[in-house]
């Protein structure tokens, strides 16, 4: 690698740090600063943001063909089985008697349950 | 600069046959791309397995939302915004390293892993710290708070956040500690002339772990941490 090679992409690195700390400047300040109502999604969208620019340049996908249509249905697949795990619980029929779906149980009424 | 300089020649892996003939054993040095694809495929491995934990907690997020943004707003934001920063200069020391490498600076690249170490370190005993607290204020597993059915309980939602957060926190530092032997390792292979700037391959592969724990960092901080931001606490 020659030195012109090495200053460029040192620099590179330095650029993806100031973005990446930029975005987690974001993402700490947007909970008391901005859209408080939509904070799980904008923090989501911040992370996929920086997740991007990690992959693309610190982990050096940006130009592999190949690697990168690997990583892209790998991906894919995850979120087609995000999807139909996440429609499937919706219609979740079992709700009613489920345990992992109880909304606030007490102790005292828990215990009761229980008992009976 | 080039690695002669610092006395890193590399040293290959001789095999000896039954009939005495020597042959220089063709592994994953010789390979720089298969063993990098390979890599990548061990890493989608990783991905697949944080998938699921993200997608229970997806789920349970959906079931019990207050409960959720209620025990988020009880953790520390500077002490997990800290951590954050702290993985994120590690990577950049990593890389650098990675870069100094390649760029046949053999002392720099060890520097660098020595840096990244010791980033590693500090974000294991801040992650102890915010244990340690939580132990103290009685939220830990197995202690009854996080156990349904007694006067102590918390609520249903708030168990599943707080089982969550140690199991995910704790796999994801699991990782973090894997990470330093890992580097440790490279540093063996370097002081021993099997990882060189013509054969880097190990230390690009580990460069590449190291910025998938991070990657996998970026969503669980937002996802503990910032939720229940700025509600209350």
Same mark, same amino acid.
């Given at each position: 690698?020659?030195?012109?090679?090495?200053?460029?992409?040192?620099?590179?690195?330095?650029?993806?740090?100031?973005?990446?700390?930029?975005?987690?400047?974001?993402?700490?300040?947007?909970?008391?600063?901005?859209?408080?109502?939509?904070?799980?999604?904008?923090?989501?969208?911040?992370?996929?943001?920086?997740?991007?620019?990690? /992959?693309?340049?610190?982990?050096?996908?940006?130009?592999?063909?190949?690697?990168?249509?690997? !990583?892209?249905?790998?991906?894919?697949?995850?979120?087609?089985?995000?999807? !139909? /795990?996440?429609?499937?619980?919706?219609?979740?029929?079992?709700?009613?008697?489920?345990?992992?779906?109880?909304?606030?149980?007490?102790?005292?009424?828990?215990?009761?349950?229980?008992?009976? | 600069?080039? #690695?002669?300089?610092?006395?890193?020649?590399?040293?290959?892996?001789?095999?000896?046959?039954?009939?005495?003939?020597?042959?220089?054993?063709?592994?994953?040095?010789?390979?720089?791309?298969?063993?990098?694809?390979?890599?990548?495929?061990?890493?989608?491995?990783?991905?697949?397995?944080?998938?699921?934990?993200?997608?229970?907690?997806?789920?349970?997020?959906?079931? #019990? #939302?207050?409960?959720?943004?209620?025990?988020?707003?009880?953790?520390?934001?500077?002490?997990?915004?800290?951590?954050?920063?702290?993985?994120?200069?590690?990577?950049?020391?990593?890389?650098?390293?990675?870069?100094?490498?390649?760029?046949?600076?053999?002392?720099?690249?060890?520097?660098?892993?020595?840096?990244?170490?010791?980033?590693?370190?500090?974000?294991?005993?801040?992650?102890?710290?915010?244990?340690?607290?939580?132990?103290?204020?009685?939220?830990?597993?197995?202690?009854?708070?996080?156990?349904?059915?007694?006067?102590?309980?918390?609520?249903?939602?708030?168990?599943?956040?707080?089982?969550?957060?140690?199991?995910?926190?704790?796999? #994801?530092?699991?990782?973090?500690?894997?990470?330093?032997?890992?580097?440790?390792?490279?540093?063996?292979?370097?002081?021993?002339?099997?990882?060189?700037?013509?054969?880097?391959?190990?230390?690009?592969?580990?460069?590449?772990?190291?910025?998938?724990?991070?990657?996998?960092?970026?969503?669980?901080?937002?996802?503990?941490?910032?939720?229940?931001?700025?509600?209350?606490?």
């Amino acid at each position: 690698m020659d030195i012109n090679t090495y200053k460029a992409q040192k620099s590179g690195y330095y650029k993806i740090l100031g973005g990446l700390l930029l975005l987690t400047a974001v993402t700490l300040i947007q909970p008391y600063m901005f859209l408080e109502n939509a904070t799980f999604g904008i923090q989501l969208m911040i992370g996929a943001v920086k997740a991007w620019l990690i /992959v693309m340049y610190y982990m050096h996908l940006k130009g592999e063909t190949l690697i990168g249509w690997t !990583v892209g249905f790998a991906l894919a697949l995850v979120i087609f089985f995000f999807a !139909v /795990v996440m429609t499937d619980v919706h219609h979740f029929q079992f709700k009613d008697i489920s345990y992992i779906s109880e909304q606030h149980v007490s102790a005292g009424e828990h215990t009761q349950h229980h008992e009976e | 600069m080039s #690695h002669e300089e610092h006395g890193h020649e590399y040293v290959p892996e001789i095999a000896t046959a039954r009939d005495g003939k020597q042959y220089e054993v063709q592994g994953w040095q010789g390979d720089f791309y298969g063993g990098k694809l390979g890599f990548w495929l061990f890493m989608l491995t990783e991905v697949m397995m944080f998938g699921a934990m993200f997608l229970t907690l997806t789920y349970y997020f959906s079931l #019990h #939302h207050d409960d959720f943004i209620e025990a988020s707003s009880e953790f520390s934001v500077l002490l997990g915004g800290t951590n954050t920063v702290v993985l994120l200069i590690s990577a950049l020391t990593m890389g650098l390293g990675l870069l100094k490498m390649r760029a046949g600076d053999v002392k720099g690249a060890k520097l660098m892993i020595y840096a990244t170490m010791i980033l590693a370190l500090v974000f294991l005993a801040i992650k102890g710290v915010e244990w340690t607290e939580d132990y103290h204020d009685g939220v830990f597993l197995g202690l009854p708070a996080l156990q349904a059915g007694n006067p102590d309980s918390r609520p249903l939602g708030e168990i599943l956040f707080f089982g969550m957060y140690f199991t995910m926190t704790g796999l #994801h530092g699991f990782h973090i500690i894997l990470g330093i032997g890992l580097m440790l390792w490279l540093l063996k292979r370097i002081n021993a002339g099997k990882v060189t700037p013509e054969h880097h391959i190990l230390h690009f592969n580990i460069a590449l772990y190291w910025d998938l724990v991070h990657l996998i960092w970026v969503f669980v901080f937002p996802y503990f941490y910032m939720i229940g931001a700025g509600h209350g606490h």
